[in-house]
């Protein structure tokens, strides 16, 4: 009898399990931001694939990523992906046309290999050490398809304040502050939300800590124009600073509570 090679078993996801917190309308921010600048790409490729990576206890996230991403792409697939089998059978009835859900980690799961066209990793990587930020960076941008993005980054619990990285297959690229205008104290508030790779490096001789201490500065020589309002505030505020960082974006992103700054910028020193 001719014997049966056993099939290997199923590879264990790579990561760990998040807490899983997640609201309605919380990554609006960024999904609105990688809709303008990402959507050309999309557009461009054939069946493109969007990954949640880590959507959490509740699906809300992927499925509000369908619906933003179609209005700059409509042939996007959305995955939602997550480690925590138990939060994919929940989120499998929310499955329709171009959003399905399923089991896996940083190593992102697609059929035949497929290499996603976007991957979104919100609020994943606060839990990791930040020594561990750069290795989970190349796994995910070595899943990406050529002219792909990751994005990772950091939001509160309503999406009024957020930080996010951009990387390519490369590697980062830039680095978003995204925030509700109207609650706003000062710029350098958005700190409690920098990504992993740069929270623990806002201190005194760090690109970030320099960054957000300009920003602060010309937020407060802006004050005058608070009384247009504190969109016009902040734009005004974006030009000060054009000046000496390198910013990524210009008034139609300002306008809408953004500010992206080349990663060079603000990469850790040492």
Same mark, same amino acid.
């Given at each position: 009898?001719?014997?049966?090679?056993?099939?290997?078993?199923?590879?264990?996801?790579?990561?760990?399990?998040?807490? *899983?917190?997640?609201? #309605?309308?919380?990554?609006?921010?960024?999904?609105?931001?990688?809709?303008?600048?990402?959507?050309?790409?999309? /557009?461009?490729?054939?069946?493109?694939?969007?990954?949640?990576?880590?959507?959490?206890?509740?699906?809300?996230?992927?499925?509000? $990523?369908?619906?933003?991403? /179609?209005?700059?792409?409509?042939?996007?697939?959305?995955?939602?992906? &997550?480690?925590?089998?138990?939060?994919?059978?929940?989120?499998?009835?929310?499955?329709?046309?171009?959003?399905? %859900?399923?089991? *896996?980690? %940083? &190593?992102?799961?697609?059929?035949?290999?497929?290499?996603?066209?976007?991957?979104?990793?919100?609020?994943?990587?606060?839990?990791?050490?930040?020594?561990?930020?750069?290795?989970?960076?190349?796994?995910?941008?070595?899943? $990406?398809?050529?002219?792909?993005?990751?994005?990772?980054?950091?939001?509160? &619990?309503?999406?009024?304040?957020?930080?996010?990285?951009?990387?390519?297959?490369?590697? #980062?690229?830039?680095?978003? %502050?995204?925030?509700?205008?109207?609650?706003?104290?000062?710029?350098?508030? $958005?700190? &409690?939300?920098? #990504?992993?790779?740069?929270?623990?490096?806002?201190?005194?001789?760090?690109?970030?800590?320099? %960054?957000? /201490?300009?920003?602060?500065?010309?937020?407060?020589?802006?004050?005058?124009?608070?009384?247009?309002?504190?969109?016009?505030?902040?734009?005004?505020? @974006?030009?000060?600073?054009?000046?000496?960082?390198?910013?990524?974006?210009?008034?139609?992103?300002?306008?809408?509570?953004? $500010?992206?700054?080349?990663?060079? @910028?603000?990469?850790?020193?040492?």
């Amino acid at each position: 009898m001719a014997s049966r090679s056993t099939p290997p078993p199923p590879r264990r996801p790579v990561g760990t399990v998040t807490r *899983g917190t997640t609201n #309605p309308n919380r990554l609006r921010r960024m999904d609105r931001w990688i809709a303008a600048a990402h959507g050309a790409a999309l /557009r461009r490729a054939d069946a493109p694939v969007a990954v949640d990576l880590g959507y959490g206890a509740a699906p809300w996230t992927a499925v509000e $990523l369908l619906g933003r991403l /179609r209005s700059a792409a409509p042939g996007v697939r959305v995955v939602g992906i &997550e480690i925590e089998p138990a939060r994919v059978s929940g989120a499998k009835p929310y499955e329709r046309e171009g959003l399905t %859900f399923r089991h *896996g980690g %940083f &190593e992102v799961p697609l059929d035949g290999g497929e290499r996603p066209a976007l991957i979104r990793a919100a609020n994943v990587l606060r839990q990791y050490d930040e020594e561990q930020v750069a290795r989970v960076w190349g796994l995910l941008c070595g899943r $990406l398809a050529p002219d792909g993005l990751l994005v990772e980054g950091t939001c509160d &619990e309503i999406g009024r304040r957020h930080v996010w990285v951009a990387l390519g297959p490369e590697g #980062p690229r830039t680095v978003t %502050f995204a925030t509700r205008l109207g609650s706003l104290e000062r710029p350098s508030d $958005l700190a &409690e939300r920098l #990504p992993k790779a740069l929270i623990h490096r806002n201190v005194p001789g760090e690109p970030v800590h320099a %960054f957000l /201490r300009d920003f602060d500065r010309a937020w407060s020589a802006a004050a005058p124009y608070a009384s247009y309002g504190a969109r016009q505030r902040w734009i005004r505020t @974006a030009r000060a600073l054009a000046g000496d960082w390198p910013l990524a974006d210009g008034p139609g992103r300002w306008r809408q509570g953004e $500010l992206t700054v080349r990663w060079e @910028a603000l990469r850790p020193a040492g």
